[in-house]
Structures are given as C-alpha cells and as structure tokens.
C-alpha cells in the first residue's frame, strides 16, 4: 500500500475512484487537496490566501535552497493567475511562498509519502511548490493531462517529459486514427469567444454591455460567496470532529480563516475586496484596450510574406507551466524577429479571450518596439492567417496543432504536446529557418505519428471539463476507468 497525497482529482467519479483505491487498500490517502467534501485541505484555500497555519515546523530544511531557486519565478508568475494576489507585493507572495513550502514538506516527510498524484500539471503556483519539493525528495509524482482528442489523457512522472513522453510505455493497442486534412478546428473551449462573455475581454468596448454585466456579476459573486463559506465551515466542523488519530495521520492541521466569522460578516468583507478588485480589474481594462487600439495595424495584407504568431490567453497553464523563459510571449517574438528577412513580417494577433492581466502599458510599449510586428484585431478570422502565412509561431498553443494537420509547418517555443510530430520545430540553438521553409508535410506520416502518441495515452476523464467530448458520458464507468488505470500504476510504482 502507497502513502498517497493528492492534488486535485475531487470531481464525482474521481472521487469514486479513489475512493475504490483505498478500499482495496491500493492507496493510503495522507493529504487530500482538493474542494470535495472526503478532501483534507481546502484547494480554493490554498490557491487564494484563505487559510494560516498553527505553526512553523521546520522540515525540509536542507533542500529549500534548490526548491527556491528552481521554483520562485514560476511560482510568481503562476500566481499572478489569482486575482488574490494582484493586491500583493513580491515579498508578500514570498512570505506565502515560505508559508506553502512548510506545508507541504511537513505533510510529505513527515507521513512518509511515496506517491503525490496531480490531476493536471502544476500550473496554480502552490502546486508547483508540491512537485519541486517531492523531486528534491526523490518522491514520485505522476501527473495527468486531458487531451481535446475524447476520452483520452496523457500522464507522466515529469514536467520536462511532456511532449516526448519518453518514460512513459504504449498501454494500447494500435490505433488508426484518422485526422482530416484541414486547418479549421471545432474546439469546443472557444466557442465561446463569440458570445464574447468576458466583462474584461480587450474585445469588448460596450459601455451598455459593462452595465448589464456588472449587475449579472455581482449576483453570481453573491451566490458563491455564499455557498463557498457555507462549503468551507462544512468541511471545517468535519475537521473539528476528527478524532486526533485522524489528525495525527494528516500530519498538518491548517486553520481556514473565517471560520468563526459570522456569515453576514465574512460575505461583507469579502464583498468589499471582490468590488475593489473588480473597479481595479475595470480601470485596468479599459488602459489595456486603449494601448492595444492604438498599435492595430488596420490593413493587413495577406499576400506578403508573414509568420503568424497567434497569442496566448494569460495567464494560463499552456505557457506558465509548459512556456519556460517563453512564458514571456513577448520574447519569443523578439527572438523570431531575428530571425526571419528583413522583408517578412510578424503577425501577431491577441487571443479572443484574452483580459487586462499580463497586458499593462510596458507590454504592449514593448510589442511596438518590435518593428517586424503587424498587430492584428482579435476579432480576424484565423484560418485566414494560417492558411496565407509562410508557417506558424507558437509557445505550446492548440494552433501549431492546427497548422501541422492543415499541412503547414509550425516554430515551438515551449513544449506542446504535439512537439515530435511531423511539421513541428523547436526553437533552439539548432533551428534552422531554411529547415522549416523547405520541410513538406506527409499527411499519411502526421497519422502514423498521431496514432503512436495517443498509444500513450489513457482511457477516460481525468478533467471534467472535457467531459462533453465523450458521447453518452457515465460517472460510473470513468471511474471505473480511472480506478483501473491508476492501480496498474499504483502497482508498479
């Protein structure tokens, strides 16, 4: 049996799952970290501030050094994903920082943890303090990762193998699946670009638009506030009723604050912050769509010679986790710059759903500096790009894996999953642009190489929100699934 602490893994047939895992005494769960009930430790907690510790214990001492220096960048700049902390300065993140490493290296060594599992790849920040500490520990970590393709996860043990899943063996039989030849794609998690939903979306320029939507936020803050403290003292009287025994195995008691906060009380002060965070977000906003107005380029020509560099949204996994030093978009452009004739140009074009965060006013002073650069309206048809410039630039986004299955080549700057595939080139000291130019994709090899990946891959849904792909979805057979897979796993750990 494996000493387990969970990240994640808290939707209704995860929970069956695991819970099936324990009950065959597969796994003996140390620390659950997640928003279900059977959940040890609060995630929202955890990712947004709400919590403090009884005390400092001190364990781990001897790889803070490495887990700092290894994780600190990252960690801030997963961070600056949580609206929490836009009201923190650097040394108040650092002192949450120190706070979280003593968390978790207290639940790891002192339960003696063999196995931490993840649901998706460290991308929230106190996630990314969790993996950094286990690898310095030699504690195993097996992390898991839906993918758009139905049914079907990857999974792996380290971040730096996403892409090349080298470490990881063909579970399944050989696959024939095939891919049709066209850019266009029918992805499910932007179709709602259209609706333009987002009150902060730099699309968006509406004043009448501003007022409806404000109204319709704030009652939708008021519910959730409501059921969030409502969840929170629920699974706060189930701590307090854990018998010591109980709370010994956990090894770290935390303290949600607000616990003993009157209802009426903790809604009001919440309330009060959510509303000077949204005037911020909203003053914020309308600068950000300003600057941006003023470097669009209104004609774009698609007979010249371009790279088309579509942005991605931020912040986000796709590149806090997977980007590297790109995570930095803007350095990638300036690298491609370089690169490319001095008669090309650059495409850029701002993700459809992309807010005011990461885009102040250095962001974009530093975008026009770049002279290469042609900024497109967000509202521009995409295809139209792909399917008119000389290839595609990305960190890791869904549009390299458009390009290369419409049969165009695409640059990686960070690593996708798709980052061995035929038509794929990574930037590095070895890039060549003559190699990306003069390279011509075999349709019939992109299949063959599609097929071997999702041979890798799992079956079921590890994140729900993909759920929708997956015709005639059962909670009770993915769990069974999941269970399954993850026992083999388990085993063989």
């Known amino acids: 049996m494996k000493n387990v602490i969970i990240w994640g893994f808290d939707s209704e047939s995860a929970v069956l799952a695991m ?25 929202i907690g955890l990712i947004v501030g709400d ?36 009201e923190k300065s650097f040394h108040d993140n650092l002192n949450i920082f120190n706070i979280i490493y003593d968390l978790f290296s207290t639940l790891l060594i002192k339960n003696k943890v063999d196995v931490v599992l993840f649901s998706n790849l460290p991308h929230e920040g106190p996630d990314l303090v969790l993996y950094n500490i286990c690898r310095k520990l030699n504690i195993k970590t097996i992390m898991f990762y839906q993918t758009i393709f139905p049914n079907k996860f ?10 090349k899943f080298s470490e990881i063996e063909a579970i399944n039989e050989k696959l024939d699946l095939k891919i049709e030849k066209k850019f266009e ?14 009150l902060f979306s730099l699309q968006r320029s509406s004043a009448c638009s501003y007022v409806s939507l404000l109204i319709n936020i704030f009652n939708r ?3 959730h506030l409501l059921k969030g403290f409502l969840q929170k003292n629920s699974m706060n009287n189930m701590r307090k009723n854990a018998s ?52 669009l380029s209104r004609r774009i020509d698609l007979t010249k010679n371009f790279v088309y560099f579509p942005l991605h949204l931020q912040p986000e996994l796709t590149t806090s986790a997977l980007g590297g030093i790109y995570s930095d978009q803007l350095l990638a452009i300036e690298r491609l710059s370089t690169l490319i004739p001095k008669d090309w140009y650059i495409y850029v074009k701002e993700n459809p759903k992309q807010t005011e965060l990461m885009r ?86 992109l299949e063959y190489g599609l097929n071997l990946l999702l041979r890798k891959a799992g079956d ?13 979805y059962n909670v009770i057979e993915n769990a069974s699934s999941i269970s399954t897979f993850l026992e083999r796993l388990m085993r063989s750990a």
Not at 63 to 68: E, L, P, Q, T
Not at 279 to 293: A, G, I, P, T, V
Not at 396 to 406: K, P, V, Y
Not at 460 to 472: H, P, Q, R, S
Request: hydrophobic share 35%; glycine share 6%.
């Open 51 to 86: 919590f403090n510790k009884e005390s400092y214990y001190g364990y781990g001492k001897d790889i803070y050094n490495d887990v700092f220096y290894e994780s600190i960048y990252q960690f801030m700049d997963m961070m600056s994903r949580h609206s929490f902390y836009a």
């Open 244 to 295: 010591e025994s109980d709370k010994h195995q956990i090894g770290l008691e935390t303290k949600y604050r607000g616990e003993n906060v009157p209802l009426a009380k903790d809604l009001s002060r919440r309330f009060g912050s959510y509303s000077r965070r949204f005037l911020q977000r909203y003053s914020n906003h309308k600068e950000s769509r300003k600057n941006l107005l003023k470097i």
């Open 221 to 223: 803050k008021n519910y």
């Open 360 to 445: 102040g006013q250095w962001f974009f002073e530093r975008l026009r500096l770049i002279k290469k650069v042609k900024v497109v309206s967000p509202d521009f048809n995409t295809y139209l790009l792909l399917k008119s410039c000389i290839f595609v630039a990305t960190i890791t986004g869904t549009a390299g894996w458009e390009a290369i299955s419409g049969g165009k080549n695409a640059l990686v700057f960070g690593n996708p999953w798709y980052k061995f595939l035929p038509g794929i080139f990574s930037y590095d000291s070895n890039f060549k642009l003559e190699d990306i130019i003069n390279y011509k994709i075999k349709h019939s090899e």
């Open 460 to 472: 079921g849904v590890i994140d729900e929100y993909y759920k929708v792909l997956v015709e005639k």
């Open 154 to 163: 990857f999974y792996l043990f380290n971040i730096e193998d996403f892409g």
């Open 19 to 43: 819970s099936t895992l324990k009950e065959k005494k597969i796994i003996d769960i140390k620390a659950w970290i997640g928003q279900a009930p059977v959940c040890t430790h609060d995630i």
């Open 185 to 198: 794609k029918n992805l499910f998690y932007m179709t709602d670009t259209k609706k333009k939903y987002d």
